[in-house]
């Protein structure tokens, strides 16, 4: 008599159920239309792979990518797969997603439809899936960690390494996204208040957090990354948009995304009173998981709305995700039948984003977008002007990425040559006071001399008479305008 070998239990839950969610994300990840900041990642994984320096552009040091872990990260995949930009991110999309559904397997033991589910709808919310490539995923999954740090270690106290995980998982957030401090910080705080035993984990994740700031400013001189300072002078270029009003803008081009977004905060607000409504004892309320979860969403929309901050779609990836987590945590915690319309309400949700990924992908461009042009716009673009080029310095006056890129030229603006930056660290210093800060912040900076400028420029603004245009080009912003790029030679 043969016996047949069994699967274990665990293997089959928490090793080939998130395999499998993470090979159809691979899937998904290499159809799904990128931004033009993903590339900016891919630009700084070149320059490194080729030159061994770091910067967007070869030669030419710059700290402007927000998470230099996710450039470290994307490195490997460049290479492997002989430099292709689709199968780049479609294979660095596999890791953040096993890891964040087998964090949601072990917080909810139902069974695996739940988790599944939630793995994939957090995968395909909007701010979410339109930002493969930059660091977006890798946080996903570090709040999906927290969230099961928080609550495993309220349930299953004999559960070892946890507090570690929540410290690395909190540390990990806050070094891919520094705006994550104003909803990780807070967290941690409520954790040690809740229970003492709390404080090692806020202090590993601080003792973390500290070694990687103190690295980067002696590294790449700076504290946090030159674009949190550049960005800081953006708003104006958003017109009133800020990130309280950043809906007003993305129903243009987003309708759905945004009603999916509403739907789920009038959710997330309805089942907080519910729940309050219905505990009995504040103290309990207090100490839910939950709680610190929603209440750190609170934090982070007031700072970042109060703060004016560009309404970048990818900040809003924090707090939807975060809702997502509490709401369902709150849901799974009352009657079958109520589980039963959670996993109902989730699946129809799923469906809409599916369908709204599904549009989107067939047009060509982001289901939320803020570029200036599709991907496709950006890459006829950086080509055409390639041979007029041929590989000398030229100035750019509008989107990035994608045309360092493909150009194969020197190109020189804001992000990277952080000019403008240098000359407001420069006049914050002369005058002294708070200047000191920025004296401190850039103590290991060196500066790359002022050159004259290039003989190319590629500009969106209407060329003056006399100049020469070499080459012409329109492409469609993400609320259908039309922008006109030119190429301009200038004499010397």
């Excluded at 660091?135 to 559960?159: F, H, K, N, Q, Y």
């Excluded at 994550?180 to 202090?203: E, G, I, K, N, T």
């Excluded at 002022?450 to 492409?475: A, C, I, N, S």
Aim: with cysteine; net charge positive.
């Amino acid at each position: 008599m043969t016996h047949r070998p069994q699967v274990s239990p665990d293997l089959l839950r928490f090793w080939l159920v998130p395999m499998a969610v993470a090979g159809v994300m691979c899937v998904v990840a290499a159809f799904t239309p990128i931004i033009d900041d993903s590339y900016i990642y891919l630009d700084y994984v070149r320059t490194l792979v080729e030159t061994g320096g770091w910067g967007l552009v070869p030669d030419l040091f710059s700290d402007t990518a927000t998470a230099p872990l996710n450039v470290l990260y994307l490195t490997p995949f460049w290479i492997a797969t002989g430099h292709s930009v689709d199968m780049t991110l479609a294979l660095a999309q596999f890791l953040p997603t096993f890891v964040l559904c087998t964090f949601l397997l072990r917080t909810y033991r139902r069974g695996p439809v739940l988790p599944v589910l939630l793995t994939v709808i957090i995968g395909f919310l909007p701010p979410v899936i339109s930002s493969i490539g930059l660091e977006t995923s890798w946080t996903a999954a570090m709040l999906a960690g927290v969230w099961w740090g928080i609550t495993r270690r309220g349930i299953v106290s004999e559960v070892r390494g946890v507090e570690w995980g929540v410290a690395i998982g909190a540390a990990v957030a806050m070094m891919l996204r520094p705006d994550a401090a104003f909803f990780m910080l807070p967290l941690l705080l409520a954790l040690c208040v809740r229970d003492r035993r709390w404080w090692r984990s806020a202090a590993t994740a601080m003792a973390l957090l500290v070694a990687y700031v103190l690295a980067r400013w002696v590294i790449l001189g700076s504290f946090v990354p030159d674009s949190v300072w550049i960005k800081q002078n953006q708003a104006g270029t958003w017109g009133h948009y800020t990130f309280f009003s950043g809906w007003e803008l993305f129903v243009t081009s987003a309708r759905t995304s945004v009603v999916v977004l509403g739907i789920m905060c009038a959710v997330a607000i309805v089942t907080i009173v519910v729940a309050a409504s219905r505990c009995r004892r504040v103290d309990v309320l207090l100490t839910h998981p939950a709680t610190y979860y929603l209440g750190a969403t609170a934090i982070y929309i007031v700072v970042a709305g109060v703060s004016r901050v560009p309404p970048y779609h990818w900040y809003y990836v924090l707090p939807s995700v975060a809702s997502v987590l509490a709401v369902t945590g709150i849901l799974q915690e009352e009657s079958r039948r109520v589980r039963r319309a959670t996993v109902v309400g989730v699946v129809s949700l799923l469906v809409i984003l599916l369908g709204e990924w599904s549009v989107q992908t067939m047009r060509g461009e982001p289901v939320i977008g803020t570029n200036w042009a599709t991907e496709a716009q950006m890459y006829t673009l950086a080509t055409g002007i390639r041979p007029f080029v041929r590989g000398q310095r030229m100035q750019l006056e509008g989107e990035v990425g994608e045309i360092a890129y493909y150009c194969h030229c020197r190109l020189e603006e804001e992000f990277s040559l952080s000019t403008g930056l240098r000359r407001r660290v420069t006049r914050e210093i002369a005058e002294g006071g708070w200047g000191l800060r920025w004296r401190i912040n850039y103590h290991f900076r060196e500066w790359p001399q002022p050159q004259p400028p290039p003989r190319w420029k590629l500009t969106f603004v209407t060329p003056r008479p006399g100049e020469h245009v070499m080459y012409q080009q329109d492409t469609t912003t993400f609320q259908g305008d039309t922008v006109r790029y030119s190429l301009i030679r200038r004499d010397r």
